[in-house]
């Protein structure tokens, strides 16, 4: 890659794909995975260099989806969203199909070279994506349902997990409970994330309506929210205790509920700009420190 395109990259990737934020609530995903999955944390430091190999390949393949999203939307973006990268002339999508594909490249290296049983459901995620990216060959009839059409799409995440599990996963069962219900618990963290990132109030909308408030009004997008963030909530509970949580680390998850639903209830209220703001900040602060409970809770 020369290095005008480096610099372009870069300018994208601040805007549509911020490594500096993925970075950690990738870690944050891999780390809990990690510990529900060894429950000790020097067995945690002997697997730091899968973990590394865990950490590069998620976010790599984040990009990979980003890229499909990029796709897909491009003729909706150039409708709706002509201030993106792409519409403004930042970048253009073949370039970064090609560094996607250099990226894809290096995650297939990696699998093969430090967890080669892994390498099958990788490629299982991959060809979920390429469906994906033809929207699960429905195309207008997909879109028509926007709830369904987003939990199909956030359903790349299942696979991506299952190939995580499968990365940590060599003598250890498949058949502890709970790591189904930490896998239920991060689909819905993912969830609960996609539908704050899609809260907006009417100054922020546009005709498009490709945000909850937009389709289902602010009030009913909201409780959907709330219902999300306490269905994980009792989830994360239940990991809690299956760790032996002491007292104190419940006390601080019972603050980050109160945030959450504090944020939110102010945002029913005023239905300000700022208040977007602190939906998108609090439920990432949610996403990446309930993780850091967990390990937490092993050490």
Known sequence: MNSSLLKRFYEYQLERFPVHILLFTTLSVILGSFVIILKDVNLLLDEILLLCVGAIVCLLYTFHIRVLDEIKDYSFDNKFHKDRPIQRGLISISELVFIDRIFLLVQVLLIYLFSFKSLIFWGITYLYSLVAKFEFFMKSKARKNFLIYNLLNLFQMFFLQIFLYSLILTSITWYNPFLYVHFIYLLGKVFLLEVARKLKVKTLENKGKDTYSARFGIKKASFLFLVALFLTSGLFLSLLNYLNSSLIL????????????????????????TQVKFIELSALLFYVLTDVLLVVSII
């Open 250 to 273: 419940y006390l601080l998850f019972l603050i980050l509920i109160i945030i959450q639903v504090g944020v939110i209830i102010i945002y029913i209220k005023k239905q300000e700009e």
